[in-house]
T-cell receptor
Framework: AQSVTQLDSQVPVFEEAPVELRCNYSSSVSVYLFWYVQYPNQGLQLLLKYLSGSTLVKGINGFEAEFNKSQTSFHLRKPSVHISDTAEYFCAVSDQGDYKLSFGAGTTVTVRA | GAVVSQHPSRVICKSGTSVKIECRSLDFQATTMFWYRQFPKKSLMLMATSNEGSKATYEQGVEKDKFLINHASLTLSTLTVTSAHPEDSSFYIC?????????????FGPGTRLLVL
């Protein structure tokens, strides 16, 4: 079984500033890692995923994340945010065997002008 | 891209009645679909895995007689909340895995907001 910890519940940030959302996980087996974004009253949209290979993963909308196995982390970054990035962000992990997702508690990003 | 729809988007019902929520994969076949529940300001909790042509697999603590799941075709799974009570009010989200696509990828529906009065 896995668990996911998102260390920041809320992150306020000014437009065009960088943002980092932290995610740590625990698992006894090899995992896949994901970041999803949820806009108000909508379902989840995949931002990016790590399956294997390069530890730096680039996703949609200018987001990227880095997998750090030794620190069991998968932090999400964007160098310059827009107002439209205001949303809820979820980190998720699945075992490579069964593909069921376990989600973190989410981080609310609020971008202000 | 892979699109998943849910119907209805929101529903209000009286306590004691049953409500059916549909999840459809619009442009791909989905042998496996998942049902999640999301409370306000909270994360998603996996309720069950829906398998086409067989019984759903429920997560620990989820009442299978309360939340009936039917996955009768490769593009449709339904979740029926039976004898709904106010504590069943929540945001229900489904996801689907493309049978022919990457197994680790789930495509999410827009969610159904259920309010039980």
């Amino acid at each position: 079984a896995q668990s996911v910890t998102q260390l920041d519940s809320q992150v306020p940030v000014f437009e065009e500033a960088p943002v980092e959302l932290r995610c740590n996980y625990s698992s006894s087996v090899s995992v896949y890692l994901f970041w999803y974004v949820q806009y108000p009253n909508q379902g989840l949209q995949l931002l990016l995923k790590y399956l294997s290979g390069s530890t730096l993963v680039k996703g949609i909308n200018g987001f990227e994340a880095e997998f750090n196995k030794s620190q069991t982390s998968f932090h999400l970054r964007k160098p310059s945010v827009h107002i439209s990035d205001t949303a809820e962000y979820f980190c998720a992990v699945s075992d490579q065997g069964d593909y069921k997702l376990s989600f973190g508690a989410g981080t609310t990003v609020t971008v202000r002008a | 891209g892979a699109v998943v729809s849910q119907h209805p988007s929101r529903v209000i019902c009286k306590s004691g009645t049953s409500v059916k929520i549909e999840c459809r994969s619009l442009d791909f076949q989905a042998t496996t679909m998942f049902w999640y529940r999301q409370f306000p300001k909270k994360s998603l909790m996996l309720m069950a895995t829906s398998n086409e042509g067989s019984k759903a697999t429920y997560e620990q603590g989820v009442e299978k007689d309360k939340f009936l799941i039917n996955h009768a075709s490769l593009t449709l799974s339904t979740l029926t909340v039976t004898s709904a009570h106010p504590e069943d009010s929540s945001f229900y989200i489904c996801s689907a895995r493309d049978t022919l696509g990457a197994p680790e990828t789930q495509y999410f529906g827009p969610g159904t907001r259920l309010l039980v009065l």
